[in-house]
């Protein structure tokens, strides 16, 4: 099946830094990527929707200068965390297809962000 | 009310039983996807459902959209099945294109 691949897969950063993490479509292309954060003991929680070559759609409640989302790409999707805070701490993934492909959906290894 | 409920939300099963996952949801439909978390928190995909049944392996699932409930169902369970299930809806019509996640079920197959 179709491969998404999601970078890294953890890091640990200091408050007020800035954090990027980068989704890949590697053998489809993904006009529509999600990306979605799990806090422990948590369902997964849609943050938003990256459209290649438009702005992203922010689920309400979700900061879009803080979560910055760039679709540059047919396979590339990137997540960047501006001026962390601890209770950024997640885990962030990624996903490609259902709906828009018709097919299920592709996840990405996911990445576990530490503020500290 | 969540509009995705699971049950039960912990399991634990000896080796070689039988598995039932249930998932029922509130709101309409344009598939609904079964989904393996492991431990580490990755995430793979089992199903994705529209109407009727689906089986691959020692995995079936099923769905009856009229009474809005979905089933995943393990055979001759096996330790490695040991993970979190997770029942998503893709909703039907507008409105967000990501999936609407339940809180899933954690399953532990004891040896």
């Not at chain 1, 849609?46 to 989302?69: C, H, P, R, W």
């Not at chain 1, 960047?80 to 290894?109: K, M, W």
Request: aromatic share 8%; charged share 15%; glycine share 10%.
């Amino acid at each position: 099946g179709a491969v998404v691949s999601q970078h890294p897969s953890r890091v640990i950063c200091k408050s007020g830094t800035s954090v990027k993490i980068e989704c890949r479509s590697l053998d489809f292309q993904a006009t529509t990527m999600f990306w979605y954060r799990q806090f422990p003991k948590q369902s997964l929680m849609l943050m938003a929707t990256s459209n290649e070559g438009s702005k992203a759609t922010y689920e309400q409640g979700v900061e879009k200068d803080k979560f910055l989302i760039n679709h540059a790409s047919l396979t590339l999707s990137t997540l960047t965390v501006t001026s962390a805070h601890p209770e950024d701490s997640s885990f962030y993934i990624c996903s490609a297809g259902g709906r828009r492909l018709n097919t299920e959906a592709f996840f990405g290894q996911g990445t576990r962000l530490t503020v500290v | 009310k969540n509009e995705v409920e699971q049950s039960p939300q912990n399991l634990t099963a000896q080796e070689g039983e039988f598995i039932t996952i249930n998932c029922s949801y509130s709101v309409g439909i344009s598939a609904l996807h079964w989904l393996q978390q492991h431990p580490g928190g990755g995430i793979v995909s089992l199903f994705m459902l529209s109407s009727g049944k689906k089986k691959h392996g020692r995995l079936i699932a099923t769905i009856n959209i009229q009474e809005k409930h979905s089933s995943l169902h393990i055979t001759a369970s096996h330790p490695r099945d040991s993970a979190v299930y997770i029942c998503a809806l893709q909703r039907a019509g507008g409105g967000a294109d990501g999936l609407t996640f339940g809180k899933g079920t954690h399953l532990i197959i004891q040896p």
